[in-house]
């Protein structure tokens, strides 16, 4: 089997309805009451942040990262980051997490937070964040809450309530 070939654009509103069929499809109808979901529900996801792989016009995978706030801090939530089953291991998933970041070292946030599986996530320069210092609004597991910091000075600011943010 050959390695697909991705082309990686910002979601567009033609997006849309294949992005939320992929999430009915990997997080099913238990994704509206876990946390970081109900956090993201408050606030769109910059547009500026929020991408599509695509493999021959079919979408491959997408990623979302949502504006918030840790205390002082403005942050951003990563998620959902979803890849469609036929193109798992494949390298779509790794690529949208390296166009996210990158684009999103360039605005003004201090850092990314998620709450996800570390073993995946380290190889992207998240660290676990240690326990209290951010408390998420509902329950979340701290082994799985992740942070990326992009400025130590002001990602040390980063602690407290996880808010959405609406500017």
Do not use: W
Not at 66 to 77: E, F, N, T, V, Y
Not at 86 to 99: C, E, S, Y
Not at 125 to 147: A, H, N
């Amino acid at each position: 089997m050959c390695r697909p070939e991705f082309s990686l654009e910002q979601e567009l509103p033609l997006h849309v309805e294949a992005i939320e069929q992929l999430h009915r499809d990997a997080f099913g109808p238990g994704r509206f009451a876990r946390t970081a979901f109900r956090v993201r529900e408050a606030v769109c996801p910059d547009s500026l942040l929020s991408f599509v792989a695509l493999s021959e016009g079919h979408l491959a995978g997408s990623v979302r990262l949502s504006p918030i706030s840790i205390g002082k801090c403005r942050a951003l939530l990563l998620g959902p980051l979803a890849v469609h089953p036929d193109f798992k291991n494949a390298g779509a998933g790794r690529l949208l997490m390296h166009r996210a970041i990158e684009a999103a070292r360039e605005l003004d946030y201090c850092a990314i937070l998620l709450v996800g599986d570390f073993d995946y996530y380290v190889r992207f320069g998240f660290e676990r964040v240690p326990l209290g210092r951010i408390v998420m609004p509902g329950p979340v597991d701290p082994g799985r809450l992740l942070l990326l910091s992009f400025d130590k000075v002001e990602s040390d600011l980063c602690s407290g309530m996880v808010r959405p943010l609406i500017e």
